[in-house]
């Protein structure tokens, strides 16, 4: 079975704390995705990565940076955590394609920060 | 970029009814389009997907659509069950080799028994 594990479900920092939210995924994949979720806003692309060390910005990059140093571990950073960055943070994989995406999805971490 | 819209972002159904969910996009390149769910307390998890050269899928009791000249795709549940009930959310992935999805805002869809 496939899986995708973030490596905290609920989480509470304080603003300006630098925070780490970890994600692995067990299934080799070459691609791997932060995305953000609000209500109305649906599921918001922060960065991806489709190889070791390599790095795109998403949609909404501000305030995040990421970190891939094995193939099978990504991890989300903010630097200086504010109040605006409460939120529910997804974390995705899938193999690299030429004729599809299936994305497979961890249970998510909700950060909130106060 | 790409650019998805989805709609209604609520539905309520009586259990057996069909529900429809329908998006837009905006980019002509976009060539696969996939429809996922999540339940409460999970992630997303894909239920069905159509690529641009095919018109229609049906999987069991769902079925997607697609239009490439109106850059409209829809989901189609039918005979709906308390199970169904959770958020669907269609994307849009902008073209070969491009693993980026672009996702629509969602639509909360509820099966009332």
């Known amino acids: 079975d496939v899986k995708v594990t973030q490596s905290s479900r609920y989480l509470v920092k304080r603003t300006g704390e630098k925070v780490f939210l970890e994600c692995v995924q067990d299934?080799?994949?070459?691609?791997m995705f932060w995305y953000r979720q609000d209500p109305g806003l649906g599921l918001r692309l922060i960065y991806f990565s489709y190889d070791v060390k390599m790095k795109e910005k998403g949609d909404i990059p501000e305030g995040y940076s990421v970190s891939r140093e094995k193939k099978e571990r990504f991890s989300l950073i903010l630097e200086s955590a504010s109040t605006n960055q409460t939120s529910m943070y997804l974390c995705a994989s899938s193999l690299w394609t030429v004729y599809y995406t299936e994305a497979f999805f961890g249970q998510g971490t909700r950060l909130t920060v106060v | 970029g790409e650019n998805v819209e989805q709609h209604p972002s609520t539905l309520s159904v009586q259990e057996g009814d069909s529900a429809v969910i329908k998006c837009t996009y905006s980019d002509s390149a976009s060539n696969y389009f996939p429809w996922y769910k999540q339940e409460l307390g999970k992630g997303p998890q894909l239920i069905i997907d159509i690529r641009s050269n095919v018109g229609e899928k049906k999987d069991q009791r769902i079925a997607v659509t697609l239009n490439k000249t109106a850059k409209h795709f829809s989901l189609h549940i039918t005979e709906t069950q308390p199970e169904d009930s959770a958020v669907y959310f269609c994307?849009?992935?902008?073209?070969?080799?491009?693993?980026?999805?672009?996702f629509g805002t969602g639509t909360r869809l509820t099966i009332i028994p």
């Open positions: 299934m080799d994949h070459e691609n």
């Open positions: 994307a849009a992935r902008h073209n070969f080799g491009n693993e980026k999805l672009t």
